[in-house]
């Protein structure tokens, strides 16, 4: 076992540079308002590059009134590549502002979130879904600023992906439609609110309502949904999301069926593997950056203004078209 050295300090920042701790706090810290001489602030940043000092992040949460630590918590989903995306950033949109992401699964954890928050010292807290109200009083007990949902929720609304979706495969002349549905429960509200934007589309274009059918992420279990679509009449289906999509197409080359000749299918969140889908799939893409961006904004105002943040603007949503519609 290696014990850890002793750790550098401001004091010994300011010794090699010949000047107070004073300034060092003002050279690092970039304080407004102190005009330092620029020989004085190259002295300091040298010598907190030759002994490879990092301030403390206690002492620093201390000055300023609150810790840099911006909490993010993830309920029971799966981290597929859009979630992983989307968190990495918006830390680096929080990174741009002097602050630190710290993530939370929430699955299977027996502390509450305020315990949480409190054990890393969270200053804003965001997450997913909505916060419990208790929660919400909680922390706001605590001094953390709890971002709302409806400023600084991670996804875009799914009703209007789940519209785009739709509206696609009408516009390229179909009109009786199906959509497939994830087996997994901790899926199911999300998927209905696409499900709900596929039927709305539907409705506008006077057409029946979308064939909405279940199947596991399996080639034989998929081979019952495309029967059952046949029989239908359906010509094109709207998967929950890309993996289901790319299952899917997977099964009708299984049973000697071709998109979209036979089946037109689109997806939605365009991960990476979405183009190299066999044919590649056209899918919903939703700007990750600038809901990364719009969040961390959502945050720092919470911070600094100590008011609730207006709405975000919605999500930027847009068809990718590739060869499966």
Not at 117 to 124: F, L, N, P, T
Not at 168 to 176: D, E, F, L, Q, Y
Not at 238 to 259: K, P, S, T, V, Y
Request: include cysteine; charged fraction near 20%.
């Amino acid at each position: 076992m290696t014990h850890p050295g002793k750790r550098t300090t401001s004091a010994d920042v300011a010794r090699l540079a010949g000047v107070s701790r004073t300034t060092v706090s003002y050279v690092l810290n970039n304080r407004p308002g102190e005009v330092i001489p620029e020989e004085t602030r190259r002295r300091v940043l040298e010598a907190a590059e030759r002994l490879q000092y990092r301030a403390n992040s206690s002492a620093r949460a201390l000055a300023a009134g609150r810790s840099d630590i911006v909490l993010l918590s993830i309920p029971d989903l799966p981290i597929g590549p859009s979630i992983s995306r989307l968190v990495e950033e918006l830390a680096s949109a929080l990174a741009e502002q002097g602050l630190t992401l710290v993530t939370h699964l929430m699955a299977g954890q027996t502390r509450g979130l305020p315990d949480v928050c409190a054990a890393v010292g969270a200053s804003a807290v965001l997450g997913f879904e909505a916060f419990d109200d208790d929660d919400v009083q909680a922390m706001q007990r605590l001094g953390v600023t709890v971002v709302p949902p409806h400023t600084a929720g991670l996804l875009p609304p799914m009703s209007p992906l789940g519209r785009l979706q739709a509206e696609h495969v009408i516009a390229r002349g179909h009109r009786r439609i199906g959509y497939l549905l994830p087996s997994q429960v901790r899926f199911r509200n999300m998927a209905e609110e696409r499900l709900q934007g596929v039927a709305t589309a539907c409705a506008d274009a006077g057409v029946e309502p979308p064939v909405a059918l279940t199947a596991e992420m399996e080639i034989e279990d998929l081979l019952r949904p495309l029967r059952l679509w046949s029989e239908a009449g359906v010509t094109a289906v709207c998967a929950f999301n890309d993996e289901h999509a790319i299952a899917l197409l997977a099964a009708m080359q299984h049973a000697g069926l071709r998109a979209p000749t036979d089946l037109a299918v689109v997806g939605a969140d365009d991960i990476p593997m979405a183009r190299f889908a066999s044919p590649a799939l056209s899918t919903v893409y939703f700007d990750l950056q600038e809901a990364g961006r719009r969040r961390a904004e959502a945050v720092v105002a919470g911070l600094r203004e100590g008011r609730p943040c207006p709405p975000s603007p919605a999500a930027s949503l847009r068809l990718v078209q590739r060869s499966s519609t």
